[in-house]
């Protein structure tokens, strides 16, 4: 008996996947757990294992096409069956997989003949160019005495050529043809008859990406903190840190992550979800840390960072890095964060505001340090500053909490001896 293979949802945010690879091709035998496709989501790209034994006998998305979740991806079976009949009641919605909520029986209508499914096309990057209409004479031309051939100058206003800086190699320094050919006027003589843009195809992630910040942005009301940390003693501690204590290098980021999940323990409100009827304060701390990937943007988590020691951090961040930069992260790498930390210091940003992490109600910016005249003990002095800005989801979190939450934690980036303990290396 044939069984199908439907579209997995394999994130929690997934509505579409993207088939990246196929494994096996039709006529393959199959066994159950045996590798048979990889799947591209909105966050990673993930390897897909047959439910059952048996004989690939239909292939319904092709390599590089898409569909939407619970749309058939396969059918595996007995060699030679028959799946005819199984395909037109796919195509007919009988074998459509149930919805989750019962719904009323609409009216029976006289039935319409199936519209044929297509396939997404592969992606493709297109260049286009647009000629622009034809330009008349620069304003640089008029009144000049130029000597120039009819043909000459029609070639001219047909490329919106500076005549006065076009050399004539006619009789009398007279403009023909191939003075207009031959000249090289800088890019702007040459573009500047067309217009043209690339057009980009829009990646599972990137589509995720525009979705949930949209909803973000304009579902939660937004406020915004910044304050400015004096980063001498954590630039001393963490040199300190790296020359004689830590098995592994520890970065700024890593201290970070650290003191914000030692204040969140002291501040719970932030560390808090809206869930609409409900607020979910939460006892444990989960951090996600945005990472930077060809397509977008992912946010691995820190589980329990709180308990966490300084290197330990820093290495479960490095990991992250790499797997997130080669595809490799899974659900439970992305999944359950309950506060985000999005850092753009290391490309020279001093300060910027970013986009609540839903269903969290608090994402720190992180901005770059920056050496910048300071007041020390009445004196002006050379001092670092890194600028913070916590985004607030105003209906969980208030001006006063989101304060004094930014407060403890500047409190410890500036004195990270508290930090520092023997656990805590």
């Known amino acids: ?25 039709v006529g393959d035998s199959v066994e159950e757990g045996e590798l ?19 004989v690939l006998l239909h292939i319904g998305v092709e390599k590089g096409a898409g569909a939407p979740v619970n749309d058939i991806l396969a059918i595996i ?84 050529l500076n005549l006065s800086q076009v050399k004539g190699t006619g009789e009398g320094g007279r403009i023909v043809k191939r003075d207009v050919d031959n000249f090289r006027g ?72 650290k003191s914000c999940a030692t204040a969140l323990k002291q501040h719970p409100q932030i560390n808090s979800a809206w869930m609409g009827d409900t607020i979910h304060q939460h006892d444990h701390v989960n951090i996600g840390v945005a990472v930077s990937v060809e397509d977008g943007l992912l946010v691995p988590v820190v589980r329990f960072a709180d308990g966490k020691t300084l290197t ?6 490095r990991e992250f890095a790499k797997k997130a930069k080669a595809k490799k992260l899974q659900p439970q790498d992305w999944e359950g964060n309950t506060f985000t930390i999005s850092n753009l210091g290391m490309f020279g940003i001093e300060e910027f505001t970013a986009i609540i992490n839903s269903p969290d109600s608090c994402i720190l910016a992180i901005g770059g340090i920056s050496q910048v005249p300071v007041v020390k003990k009445g004196e002006i002095v050379p001092g670092n500053i890194m600028k913070v800005t916590l985004s607030c989801d105003h209906r969980v979190v208030d001006g006063v909490a989101g304060s004094q939450f930014l407060n403890t934690f500047k409190n410890l980036m500036e004195n990270p001896v508290l930090l520092l303990g023997a656990y805590n290396i």
């Open 186 to 257: 800088g890019n702007a003589a040459n573009f500047v008859n067309r217009e043209s843009y690339t057009e980009l195809p829009v990646s599972q992630m990137r589509k995720t990406i525009a979705r949930r910040l949209g909803e973000s942005k304009f579902t939660a009301p937004h406020f915004y903190l910044t304050v400015s940390i004096d980063m001498d003693n954590a630039m001393e501690a963490r040199a300190s840190i790296n020359k004689s204590i830590a098995p592994n290098k520890v970065s700024f980021n890593d201290l970070v992550i």
């Open 1 to 25: 008996m044939a069984e199908i293979i439907r579209m997995p949802k394999l994130s929690d945010t997934m509505v579409e996947g993207v088939v990246a690879e196929w494994h096996k091709k």
């Open 312 to 317: 330990q951090i820093s290495t479960e961040v």
């Open 77 to 160: 079976g007995e060699k030679g069956e028959d799946i005819t009949t199984m395909l037109k009641d796919e195509a007919s919605g009988a074998n459509a997989a149930p919805a989750k909520e019962e719904k009323k029986e609409a009216p029976k209508k006289e039935a319409s003949k199936p519209a044929a499914k297509t396939e997404a096309p592969k992606p493709t990057i297109t260049k286009v160019v647009k000629e622009a209409p034809k330009a008349q004479p620069s304003h640089f031309d008029e009144g000049l005495d130029i000597k120039i051939s009819p043909l000459a100058k029609k070639l001219a206003n047909d490329k919106g």
């Open 36 to 54: 048979i496709a990889e799947i591209e989501t909105d966050k990673a790209t993930m390897e897909f294992e047959s439910f059952f034994d048996g």
